[in-house]
């Protein structure tokens, strides 16, 4: 059963009244983030409840021993752990002698949290009576800052409601911190320095192995009715623990607040010797501007990130609350600044999968970043593979792989492999194709041919090369085979000849081919630097090409249609809507053996070479490919409901892709797979605002044209988005009358709507 307590709202997150079973659920859907740091929306005061505490600093990780009791050669050593960082939120609230903990209050009435997405800001307020007959109002306002991104803000409030009190708040910070999913238990961080001064503190840490060094610092101020109050706070140290706690007599209905400054300064982005002297210059700024302008400036910064990525929907508040959800998760988790970094599947939200690259950032992530910021920002992702691309010629040559041979890893936060299951790190290889045609999608959409001689093509050479060296010959088939793998559809390990492994396999090879023989042609100088730097014959290139012309794809010439890999027939084909409801999600009712052995699919696997690949398809075969595998998909990986919407969607079949962008939109907010509690799904967000842009917008970059073919559901009255395309900006609003197009830019463009070509003038709306 989906949980329905988050109310609709098209620009809200909204949860009214407290029920501490959904506090877990809540931490996830309420995180916040601002690209460098992110949190879950834990309560900054003391809760006993059953909670999830986390902080998270982009790119800091520790390498968690891999837990298993076997070893194989090329086995990872280690699964990367997004770090749960010290934590700076922290303020214990005391009213008379009585901790504030909504675990043990005697009533609580008129609870609200509120994560307004417009303004980047998350709101709690709730009214409160403790065990001692006190009775409070409490109001909460925090956020990350965009504009200074080591720099987080909180105003905490409290007013005494039936009599005078004496209020404490205790603010910290902690760093005795633990992950949840520690293989071993190991504390991660070291702390080294705790230092308190001038109502601020700082705790000096380092991660265990890795040695990233982080300074978690606060600053306090309190108010009364809004007036600063000069308290002395009283101090408290230990050797992983800082505090100040200020304490005063309040009258009744008198606001009694603290406002807390805190964040991290790290050694990424400082010299070690300086973090301290770096975070106290960024105090410094915070507190001359103050909290209001500071959350003037957030909601100024967020209001420039909906301006080029807003999509509004018209009628539907569901569906509108959706898809903001999932645009500004994506923006407060990535923003491209930084090509060391890279978007997580849990974001800032949570720990699950570790790691902070997936195949989801090309396959899905990309073309989001793509259109709705610039060509830097997908050039970053582009490069953050391009700089670990020695490591993933180092991963195949622990599998035995020679030559420069590159396998880039399933789960990385430096470019070596860190995912601990076999069946993934091993046989889920189809995610080197994904990393090629994120290249070859960056290109036909940006138009930045120059990437591919410039970085590119190494990638190309490298994966062409692991793919020829994968395929082995079979005498039986007179055909290249590739054995042992596992596709998209995790619920399938250890098969042979995966449709979708075979055919993108193939693709990677002919691109990187035709990449070679244009670069020689018109680019000989950077030509000569390539071949020189890889050592490429063209003998190689000719074993390449064998392969490629002779790869086998499993076929069943009764159904006319490609199989999932060999054997796929054998199975007991019964549909998914067969199944009894009871053993829904089957990865949490049913054992292992007894999926494999089954015909569910987790995820699109045929069909994601039909997502990727639509060109080299007939819409008829489209149709037959998803009647057949559809109805056996039970879409239990967030990445599959956006790819069947949008497929649905170029089929004319408006009521299935609205059903599938709704499950892709309200994953999360829902909690379709019953474990929101351990994080939001990030990267399957980008696949929600692809559900309408080329879903229902039916946006395709085709002989290096921008086209549309816009259909819109019957749910919805309007919809519209904007698209970033080659530096201007093109926005859609599509009705069930017909459709708007106006070019923001100032170069006239041609688009094709519909198969026909049109020329848009700057500054002028074309209603079609």
């Known amino acids: 059963m989906n949980q329905d307590y988050i109310q609709p709202n098209p620009w809200s997150i909204l949860e009214e009244g407290f029920n501490p079973k959904h506090v877990k659920s809540s931490e996830s859907l309420f995180s916040i983030g601002n690209g460098a740091m992110g949190q879950r929306a834990n309560f900054e005061e003391k809760y006993t409840g059953n909670t999830f505490q986390g902080s998270y600093i982009a790119g800091v990780y520790y390498p968690d021993k891999t837990r298993v009791g076997w070893w194989k050669n090329g086995y990872p050593e280690y699964f990367a752990k997004v770090l749960n960082a010290p934590s700076w939120i922290g303020i214990n609230v005391i009213i008379n002698n009585e901790v504030l903990d909504l675990n043990t ?3 609580i009435k008129n609870f609200k949290r509120d994560l307004n997405m417009k303004e980047g800001v998350l709101y709690r307020s709730f009214q409160a009576t403790l065990q001692n007959g006190i009775e409070i109002a409490v109001k909460s306002t925090r956020f990350l800052s965009l504009a200074y991104d080591e720099l987080g803000v909180i105003n905490f409030e409290v007013i005494p409601i039936n009599q005078d009190a004496t209020i404490s708040f205790t603010s910290y910070l902690d760093s005795d911190i633990k992950n949840q999913d520690s293989n071993w238990d190991d504390q991660f961080w070291d702390t080294t320095h705790v230092l308190i001064e001038n109502h601020q503190a700082h705790i000096h840490s380092n991660t265990r192995k890795t040695f990233f060094y982080v300074n978690t610092f606060m600053e306090n101020k309190t108010f009364l009715n809004g007036k600063e109050l000069l308290i002395a706070p009283k101090i408290s140290s230990t050797p992983i623990f800082a505090s100040m706690c200020f304490t005063k007599k309040i009258l009744k209905g008198d606001i009694f607040s603290i406002q807390k400054l805190g964040g991290y300064t790290t050694s990424l982005n400082h010299d070690i010797d300086k973090l301290i002297l770096a975070a106290k210059n960024t105090l410094e700024i915070a507190t001359n501007l103050g909290f209001e302008k500071l959350k003037q400036t957030q909601i100024n910064s967020w209001d420039n990130i909906w301006q080029k990525s807003d999509v509004t929907i018209e009628g539907d508040v569901k569906a509108q609350q959706g898809i903001r959800f999932a645009i500004f998760q994506l923006n407060q988790t990535y923003l491209g600044k930084d090509s060391r970094l890279n978007i997580g599947p849990k974001g800032f939200t949570g720990e699950k999968y570790g790691g902070s690259t997936y195949w989801d950032t090309e396959a899905y992530c990309i073309p989001f970043y793509m259109v709705t910021k610039n060509n830097l920002v997908a050039r970053n992702l582009l490069a953050y593979r391009y700089s670990q691309l020695d490591k993933a010629i180092d991963n195949a040559t622990k599998l035995g792989f020679s030559n420069g041979a590159a396998l ?10 860190c995912h601990n299951e076999w069946e993934i790190t091993f ?4 995610r080197n194709g994904a990393i090629a045609f994120a290249i070859f999608n960056y290109v036909r959409y940006t138009g930045d041919y120059n990437y591919i001689p410039e970085k590119g093509l190494e990638v190309l050479i490298a994966i062409a090369r692991f793919w020829q060296q994968r395929a082995s010959f079979s005498t039986e088939k007179n055909k290249y085979v590739i054995l042992g793998v596992t596709g998209p559809n995790e619920y399938e390990n250890n098969v042979n000849n995966n449709w979708y492994t075979n055919y993108i396999a193939k693709w990677c090879i002919d691109y990187a081919v035709e990449q070679i023989n244009y670069i020689k ?4 100088k950077e030509y000569a630097r390539i071949m020189h730097k890889v050592k490429l014959s063209q003998a190689e290139i000719l074993k390449w090409k064998s392969v490629a012309e002779n790869l086998y794809f499993p076929y069943d010439e009764n159904k006319k249609v ?10 007991e ?10 053993q829904r999600p089957i990865n949490q009712n049913w054992s292992w053996d007894k999926i494999l052995r089954s015909v569910y699919i987790k995820q699109a696997d045929v069909l994601q070479g039909f997502y990727f690949f639509e060109d080299h398809f007939t819409t008829e075969v489209l149709e037959r490919h998803f009647n057949f595998y559809e109805p056996f998909t039970v879409h239990e990986s967030s990445l599959s409901p956006c790819v069947h919407a949008i497929q649905a969607a170029k089929l004319g079949r408006l009521e ?4 599938f962008y709704l499950r892709s939109s309200r994953l999360d907010l829902e909690d379709y797979n019953q474990e929101v509690e351990e994080g939001c799904h990030i990267t399957s967000m980008a696949g929600t605002w692809m559900s309408i842009v ?3 917008g039916g946006m395709r970059i085709k002989k290096n044209n921008l086209c549309f073919s816009p259909k819109i559901p019957n749910q919805w009255i309007s919809y519209s988005f904007k698209i970033n395309f080659r530096g201007q900006i093109i926005q859609v609003d599509v009705t069930k009358e017909g459709s708007t197009f106006e070019l923001h830019g100032n170069t006239p463009i041609e688009i094709v709507l519909h198969k026909k070509t049109l020329t848009l003038n700057p500054n002028k709306k074309m209603i079609l």
Do not use: S
Not at 427 to 430: G, M, R
Not at 656 to 659: E, F, V
């Open 656 to 659: 299935q892709a609205y059903q």
């Open 427 to 430: 046989e889920e290889i189809h």
């Open 521 to 524: 042609e018109h680019i000989k």
């Open 573 to 582: 084909l019964i549909p998914v809507k067969e199944l009894d409801k009871t």
């Open 694 to 696: 080329e879903g229902f």
């Open 408 to 417: 880039f890893p399933m789960v990385t936060m430096n470019g070596e492999e």
């Open 562 to 571: 490609f199989l999932q890999q060999e054997g796929f027939l054998d199975k």
């Open 105 to 107: 209050c005697a009533k």
